[in-house]
């Protein structure tokens, strides 16, 4: 049976997804190409980046440069 979608937790396969996602973010300094080395598109982490303040704030802290307002 599928587990309930809860908008404040992932799954343990997106979990696994985001910290992949997070590490090649850190490597290579681009969304759109840390995504795409891991075989997703840049949108399904913008979006989860949008819904999860705590994946957002990750996001930040592995950008490697500083945020600009």
């Known amino acids: 049976m599928a587990r ?5 937790r992932f ?4 979990a ?3 910290a992949a996602f997070l590490a090649a ?3 290579t300094g681009n969304a759109r190409e ?5 075989g ?3 949108s399904t982490f913008t979006k989860r980046r949008a ?3 705590a994946f957002a ?13």
């Open 4 to 8: 309930p979608f809860t908008p404040d």
């Open 11 to 14: 799954t343990r396969r997106q």
């Open 16 to 18: 696994a997804q985001n």
């Open 25 to 27: 973010l850190r490597r």
């Open 34 to 38: 840390a995504a795409s080395t891991l």
């Open 40 to 42: 997703y598109n840049r």
């Open 51 to 53: 819904a999860h303040p």
């Open 57 to 69: 704030a990750k996001w930040n802290a592995a950008w490697p440069w500083p945020m600009r307002p």
